[in-house]
């Protein structure tokens, strides 16, 4: 079971992100997924949740009509498209397939 973030870099408050998730090991449609981020100092939070098909998704009201959270099955991917970007949302960011399935996290910095 492997699960691996990227995408994460610096960028100016406002500006967007891209963040994947690759997923390997088992049967990635099988499972939920679920974007998770942890800012220094506070505890790890979900972020955005997507269902196995893609047909039904949830977000944290501070991510809504910002965040995206979206999968391909087909390639075992995931992602999560971050616009609008706050520098509250500095964390690390990190992907979860089913249960107990984490990657290592990608960091994500937002300012100028």
């Known amino acids: 079971v492997h699960v691996v973030e990227s995408g994460g870099g610096l960028v100016q408050p406002g500006g967007p992100l891209r963040l994947s998730c690759a997923a390997s090991?088992?049967?990635?449609?099988?499972?939920?997924m679920s974007w998770h981020r942890q800012a220094p100092g506070k505890e790890r939070e979900l972020v955005a949740l997507i269902s196995r098909e893609g047909r039904m998704t949830n977000y944290v009201d501070s991510a809504k009509g910002r965040f995206t959270i979206s999968r391909d099955n087909a390639k075992n991917m995931g992602y999560l498209q971050m616009n609008s970007l706050k520098p509250d949302d500095t964390a690390v960011y990190y992907c979860?397939?089913?249960?107990?399935?984490w990657g290592q996290g990608t960091q994500v910095t937002v300012s100028s």
């Open positions: 090991g088992f049967t990635f449609s099988s499972y939920a």
């Open positions: 979860s397939v089913g249960t107990g399935n």
